[in-house]
C-alpha cells in the first residue's frame, strides 16, 4: 500500500490524508469534526472515489483515533463510518463518549 500522510488541521477541524504518486500530493480524504472540552464529535469521513477501495478511509480513522487516545480525548463517532470502524475495532470501545 502507498504511504499515506494524514495531517491533523485544528484550525479547520479536520484531518486530511495525502498520497503522493508521481510527484503529486493528491488529497485522499479527510475525517470532519466538531471539538468540545476533552471530545472530538467525529462527524463525516470522506475518501475520494479514484481512492475507494484501497483501505485509507481505515487508515485515516486509525489515526485519529490514535490521536485522540495520544491527547487524553474521547470521541462522539457521529459518522456512520467511524462507528462501523469502533465496532469492528473494539479496542478503541473506550474511547467512545455517549452524547448527552
Partial sequence: MADLRIEHQPARERYEAHLDEGGSDLSVGYIDYMSEPDTLVLTHTVVHDQFSGRGFAAELAK???????????????????IQ???AKHPEYADLVRERG
Fill in 84 to 86: 462501523g470502524y469502533v
Fill in 63 to 81: 489515526y485519529v483515533l490514535d490521536d485522540a487516545r495520544a491527547n487524553g480525548k474521547k470521541i462522539v463517532p457521529v459518522c456512520s463510518y
